[in-house]
């Protein structure tokens, strides 16, 4: 099994900054790209960011500028640091991760998804 750790939310005034972490632990595969995903109460579960293990990174329109994710391979763990943040942040973010399982040795592999618990962040004066 795999688990994903999420921390680093919290409460916070407009105009400031957190920054999420998120731990995946367990029978990791090859990863093929982690990320952060939000849903405010009464949305869909929306994407924030995510990157690939090239390293390649895709922003929602609406973070763009504000929020960078980065990752640290060797540990399995993704960042999300967000800056100048505004009420409309508001939301539980969820970690997201897919890895590649390798089934045997004639290279049958299936793809996998996992989220996280979840960690809330609360943007408010």
């Known amino acids: 099994q795999v688990q994903l750790v999420e921390s680093g939310g919290g409460l916070v005034q407009p105009g400031g900054s957190l920054r999420l972490s998120c731990v995946a632990s367990?029978?990791?595969?090859?990863?093929?790209?982690m990320g952060w995903y939000r849903q405010a109460p009464g949305n869909e579960r929306d994407l924030v960011a995510t990157?690939?293990?090239?390293?390649?990174?895709n922003y929602a329109n609406s973070v763009k500028g504000r929020f960078t994710i980065s990752r640290d391979s060797a540990k399995n763990t993704v960042y999300l640091q967000m800056s100048s943040l505004k009420p409309e942040d508001t939301a539980v973010y969820y970690c997201n991760l897919k890895h590649r399982k390798v089934l045997n040795v004639e290279g049958a592999y299936v793809d996998l998804e996992v989220w996280g618990q979840g960690t809330l962040v609360t943007v408010s004066s």
């Open positions: 367990g029978r990791v595969g090859s990863i093929n790209a």
């Open positions: 990157i690939t293990s090239g390293g390649s990174t």
